[in-house]
Nanobody, 115 residues
Framework: QVQLVESGGGLVQPGGSLRLSCAAS?????????MGWYRQAPGKQRELVAT???????NYADSVKGRFTISRDNAKNTVFLQMNSLKPEDTAVYYC????????WGQGTQVTVSS
C-alpha cells in the first residue's frame, strides 16, 4: 500500500504561481515507478498534467508546457509541480498519482485561479 499526501493548493490571481508537493510513503515498490499530477475541473474528466518517471523521463500536457515544471526527489519519494503564469482555466482539483506495482491516488488539492 502507498499513501500520498498532497499540499500547496490555494487561490491565486491570474498570472500568479503556486507549487504543489506530493509525498509518497509505504511500500514504494518497485523502485522503477512514475509519479505525476492530474487535474479535474467541474463537469470535466480527469486529465493528465505532468508525469515524472523514476528514471528521469517527463511528460506534459500541451496546455501546460512552458508554464508548469514537474520535478522529483527520489530519495524522499516526493514530486513537485511548479505552476507559473496560471490561468483561470487551470482551476481544478489537482491529484497526485503513483504508479508502480499498483496505482494510487492522493486526496486532491484545490487550485483556484481567479481575480
Amino acid at each position: 500500500q502507498v499513501q500520498l499526501v498532497e499540499s500547496g493548493g490555494g487561490l491565486v490571481q491570474p498570472g500568479g504561481s503556486l507549487r504543489l508537493s506530493c509525498a509518497a510513503s509505504g511500500r514504494i515498490m518497485p523502485s522503477i515507478n512514475v509519479m505525476g499530477w492530474y487535474r479535474q475541473a467541474p463537469g470535466k474528466q480527469r486529465e493528465l498534467v505532468a508525469t515524472f518517471g523514476s528514471l528521469g523521463s517527463t511528460n506534459y500536457a500541451d496546455s501546460v508546457k512552458g508554464r508548469f515544471t514537474i520535478s522529483r526527489d527520489n530519495a524522499k519519494n516526493t514530486v513537485f509541480l511548479q505552476m507559473n503564469s496560471l490561468k483561470p482555466e487551470d482551476t481544478a482539483v489537482y491529484y497526485c498519482k503513483f504508479q508502480g506495482s499498483g496505482v494510487y491516488w492522493g486526496q486532491g488539492t484545490q487550485v483556484t485561479v481567479s481575480s
